[in-house]
T-cell receptor, first 114, second 113 residues
Framework: NAGVTQTPKFQVLKTGQSMTLQCAQD?????MSWYRQDPGMGLRLIHY???????DQGEVPNGYNVSRSTTEDFPLRLLSAAPSQTSVYFC?????????????FGPGTRLTVL | SQQGEEDPQALSIQEGENATMNCSYK?????LQWYRQNSGRGLVHLIL?????REKHSGRLRVTLDTSKKSSSLLITASRAADTASYFC?????????????FGQGTTLQVKP
């Protein structure tokens, strides 16, 4: 299993541009989440999904859209990039009932908005 | 706002010493988890403790939970240079939803060889 994969690893955008961060998992996990991590900070939840077709907002959803058309994929869309969205973005997946209730994280996408 | 607040923010010890990190949280929880992050990498799950548990061990890790004080501690015994990383606590805020974790700001641990 590849686990949780994220693309791209690095991205530089200009203010106002849009882009989609890709996240995929091959563990058949029901839950998927997007977090952002700013320097010296913990992770803040952007959006999450408990299954295909179901998404909900986290702590910091403004400026981001998500959709979950399949169990495997959970893309994060930046509608109009702003410098405040410069951050490292992590995708995670998990599934209830496996005893550990842990999240499995991808390697992250480092985004810079100029 | 961050659910978990961790203390200390940074910790530097010698190899072989024990490292203790503390986490406080604000709401009721179903479980509390600890994660580790090596520089520039994603987070890796270390250990989970449920709200009805008081202590849990995993190898050199020992986690305690005091729900009356809304606090948890992570002890790493006999630390190694490879333990150098940032450590985060995370809670579900009582939702039971493992896709919706709230993380603390983390403790950066440096273990000197």
């Amino acid at each position: 299993n590849a686990g949780v994969t994220q693309t791209p690893k690095f991205q530089v955008l200009k203010t106002g541009q849009s882009m989609t961060l890709q996240c995929a998992q091959d563990m058949n996990h029901e839950y998927m989440s997007w977090y952002r991590q700013d320097p010296g900070m913990g992770l803040r939840l952007i959006h999450y999904s408990v299954g295909a077709g179901i998404t909900d907002q986290g702590e910091v959803p403004n400026g981001y859209n998500v959709s979950r058309s399949t169990t495997e994929d959970f893309p994060l869309r930046l509608l109009s990039a702003a410098p405040s969205q410069t951050s490292v973005y992590f995708c995670a997946s998990s599934t209830p009932g496996q005893g550990l209730d842990t999240q499995y994280f991808g390697p992250g996408t480092r985004l810079t908005v100029l | 706002s961050q659910q978990g607040e961790e203390d200390p923010q940074a910790l530097s010890i010698q190899e072989g010493e024990n490292a203790t990190m503390n986490c406080s949280y604000k709401t009721s929880i179903n479980n509390l988890q600890w994660y580790r992050q090596n520089s520039g990498r994603g987070l890796v799950h270390l250990i989970l403790i449920r709200s009805n548990e008081r202590e849990k061990h995993s190898g050199r890790l020992r986690v305690t939970l005091d729900t009356s004080k809304k606090s948890s501690s992570l002890l790493i015994t006999a630390s190694r240079a490879a333990d150098t990383a940032s450590y985060f606590c995370a809670t579900d805020e009582g939702s039971g939803n493992t896709g919706k974790l709230i993380f603390g700001q983390g403790t950066t641990l440096q273990v000197k060889p």
